[in-house]
């Protein structure tokens, strides 16, 4: 079983950035894909970015060249670099991991943390 833990979230003008974390403990090595999922009031949760061990990335077309995925194996983290945010990206951000490849149905993924929230004021 694997254990994450968000951080980084917080209210942001839209134009600016902010950088998500996502701690990971327990049996991290036997995890492949990890990946970031957000979810609006009344919308359904969609996977934002999504990396591979290897390194092979997802993202989704809403978020492509303002948003960057990274993880650092070493350290058992995984990063969500955000710039220019808008308004449209207000939503609770959650870390998801596992063991098969990148996934985009939120039932697919095994574990999950408790999510943190990003808030773009216009």
């Known amino acids: 079983q694997v254990q994450l833990v968000e951080s980084g979230g917080g209210l942001v003008q839209a134009g600016g950035s902010l950088r998500l974390s996502c701690a990971a403990s327990?049996?991290?090595?036997?995890?492949?894909?990890m990946g970031w999922y957000r979810q609006a009031p009344g919308k359904e949760r969609e996977l934002v970015a999504g990396?591979?061990?290897?390194?092979?990335?997802y993202y989704a077309d809403s978020v492509k060249g303002r948003f960057t995925i990274s993880r650092d194996n070493t350290q058992m983290r995984l990063y969500l670099q955000m710039n220019s945010l808008n308004p449209e990206d207000t939503a609770m951000y959650y870390c998801?991991?596992?063991?098969?490849?990148?996934?985009?149905?939120?039932?697919?993924?095994?574990?999950w943390g408790r999510g943190t929230q990003v808030t773009v004021s216009s």
């Open positions: 990396i591979s061990r290897l390194g092979r990335t």
């Open positions: 327990g049996n991290f090595f036997s995890l492949n894909a």
């Open positions: 998801a991991a596992r063991r098969g490849e990148i996934a985009t149905s939120p039932g697919l993924w095994d574990s």
